[in-house]
Antibody, heavy 127, light 109 residues
């Protein structure tokens, strides 16, 4: 049973870089078939896809955040990370890591969906 | 990319059905075979309940069903139960973009 767990600072100062890590347990991040994703939820609001990375390093980002986002995979640690630069108060949110199935049919694969989520971590941007 | 449009709220009595719409454009929902739905209870992470427009993951009751017509996807929860009270979000994947809906709060009266 694959599980995801976010970790990182709960508070970041404006203009600095937000850095979060997601640790994958119960499965290998390099097994293929999945994109390792970050999604955020502003207080009392909807979900916003930030981006994801394949284990190979191939990435895809939300166009509205692309200039500030970097998502990377560390296969040796079975982790993936989010870096969001030049943060403002508008980046205050709960950040979730999630596993997103690739759009290739396979037994048991929930194609194109975010099938496993971390519990989320709250990040506040404040001086 | 704009969020997909969902009604802010929906409600029904126990045993009744409620249907939630998710409206996008011909570039997202209309172009996608990969619409998914998520249930989120307060303070919890979202949970996948529908993928590929109509399919249910193992363990999700068949009281949850979904469909798509044109630029609008729909989720129906039949036989409403107290535990169905939650926020529901749709998501569409098309042309390398993943776009979520604005969310609908379902209240069981």
């Amino acid at each position: 049973q694959v599980q995801l767990q976010e970790s990182g600072p709960g508070q970041v100062k404006p203009s600095q870089t937000l850095s979060l890590t997601c640790t994958v347990s119960g499965g290998s991040i390099s097994s293929g078939g999945y994109y390792w994703s970050w999604i955020r939820q502003h207080p009392g609001k909807g979900l916003e896809w930030i981006g994801y990375s394949y284990y190979s390093g191939n990435t895809n980002y939300n166009p509205s955040l692309k200039s500030r986002v970097n998502i990377s995979v560390d296969m040796s640690k079975n982790q993936f990370s989010l870096k969001l630069s030049s943060v403002t108060a508008a980046d205050t949110a709960i950040y979730y890591c999630a596993r997103r199935c690739v759009v290739v049919p396979a037994p048991g694969r929930m194609v194109g969906a975010f099938d496993i989520w971390g519990q989320g971590t709250k990040v506040t941007v404040s001086s | 990319q704009s969020a997909l449009t969902q009604p802010p709220s929906a409600s029904g009595s126990p045993g009744q059905s409620v249907t939630i719409s998710c409206t996008g454009t011909s570039s997202d929902v209309g172009a996608s075979n990969y619409v998914s739905w998520y249930q989120q209870h307060p303070g919890k992470a979202p949970k996948l309940i529908i993928y590929e427009v109509t399919k249910r993951p193992s363990g999700v009751p068949d009281r949850f069903s979904a469909s798509k017509s044109g630029n609008t996807a729909s989720l129906t929860v039949s036989g409403l139960q107290a535990d169905d009270e939650a926020d529901y979000f749709c998501c569409s994947y098309a042309a390398t973009n993943n776009v979520f809906g604005t969310g609908t709060k379902v209240t069981v009266l």
